[in-house]
């Protein structure tokens, strides 16, 4: 079950996180519908935390299911298998895999409670097994790594009570974009004939069907995400793979993780777990920390952890003052990325777990 991993991928938008994975045979990465709504380019994380940009390809906001599709990838080492004759029974064992609340790579075992569960006009897979935010979109597998379902919801203020899409329903899903011509373009789905349409439409051009038209729609990113967002463009990271939630980024700079957000609803900060402090030793890194001039950045202490960080006023932003503080926030990923060998070399502080580890 541990290679599962190399399969489930984290979603990442401006709207939060969820789960995705990859089955036997197909490069396309699957998840639900309501995951990436109000997206076309998402962020996806590997296992290795590598992140690489995905466009949305397919999506059936009924069966809640999208497909995204990353330039150049090839799904050549998946360990989950996708058997359309799998014989799915009440009280056999699953095991839901995915990134619950965005942390990581988490798996929750449970049984199967109903092999049909009727929903609005679906039938679903129900199980007992922990299904938190952040787990839908991926994989309920059995035993042997046969997919089972695609975790889709959980009941508000219901514990043990966890659902998810069909097997079948992927599959014909999955054959159906198989005929398609244009996998590279936003496909929407139509439910009623099952044809698609890349083209903004309240109709289908098909079988004239209504078509909800906010499928098409983008969230608009605010005043406050632009500007941050010019930052990252300026620090040379496609801002899409620093998004972790609305008005929320969070990516490496080499081996240090920054993190960038809004506290309060009235400061911009930029923070940066480097170091661990150690276990000895420790009263000439205190006295460096002390005396340390790292204008217009300051160095702290939180639970044992060293942070670079930096804090101005939201309003700042629309000051003449905004392109210093944009260079700021771009400099403080560079000296975040510095600081935390320098602390390890000459302090013996060991990198914090948030940190990525360098090639």
Same mark, same amino acid.
């Given at each position: 079950m541990e290679n599962i991993r190399k399969s489930v991928f984290k979603i990442v938008t401006a709207s939060g996180t969820g789960s995705g994975f990859t089955v036997s045979g197909h490069d396309h990465i699957i998840t639900n519908y309501h995951v990436i709504k109000g997206e076309k380019i998402v962020a996806v994380e590997d296992h290795k935390k590598d992140r690489h940009v995905a466009k949305v390809v397919m999506v059936n906001p009924e069966v809640d299911l999208a497909f !995204?599709? +990353?330039?150049?990838?090839? @799904? %050549? @080492?998946?360990? +989950?298998? !996708? /058997?359309?004759? #799998? %014989? +799915?029974? @009440?009280? /056999?064992? +699953?095991? #839901? @895999?995915?990134?619950?609340?965005?942390?990581?790579?988490? #798996?929750t075992e449970g049984i199967v409670s109903a092999t049909s569960q009727p929903m609005g006009s679906r039938n679903y897979i129900q199980t007992d097994a922990a299904v938190n935010p952040g787990n839908s979109g991926g994989p309920m597998l059995n035993e042997a790594g046969v997919l089972v379902g695609v975790t889709t919801s959980k009941f508000n203020n219901a514990d043990n009570v966890g659902f998810g899409i069909k097997h079948i329903d992927l599959i014909k899903e999955m054959s159906d974009f198989a005929l398609l011509q244009n996998k590279t373009a936003y496909n929407v789905k139509c439910n009623s004939c099952d044809n698609y349409t890349d083209q903004e439409s309240e109709f289908c051009a098909n079988c004239g069907n209504n078509m909800d038209i906010s499928i098409w729609e983008e969230f608009e990113k605010s005043h406050f995400a632009q500007f941050v967002e010019g930052a990252l463009t300026d620090l040379g990271i496609d801002p899409v793979l620093g998004r972790a939630g609305r008005d929320y980024w969070e990516f490496h700079q080499g081996s240090a993780l920054i993190r960038i957000f809004v506290f309060k609803r009235d400061y911009l900060v930029a923070t940066s777990p480097m170091n661990n402090l150690p276990k000895q030793n420790i009263q000439e890194l205190l006295t460096h920390l002390l005396e340390a001039n790292v204008e217009p950045y300051y160095l702290g202490i939180h639970q044992n952890q060293i942070y670079l960080s930096y804090r101005v006023h939201l309003s700042d932003i629309f000051s003449d003052h905004a392109d210093t503080i944009k260079q700021n926030l771009k400099n403080l990923a560079l000296k975040a990325d510095d600081l935390d060998n320098f602390f390890a070399d000459e302090y013996g502080c060991e990198m914090s777990i948030e940190s990525k580890e360098e090639v």
């Open positions: !995204l599709s +990353i330039d150049g990838f090839k @799904n %050549v @080492n998946t360990d +989950i298998s !996708l /058997q359309e004759e #799998i %014989v +799915i029974a @009440n009280t /056999q064992r +699953i095991f #839901i @895999n995915g990134y619950p609340f965005g942390m990581p790579y988490t #798996i």
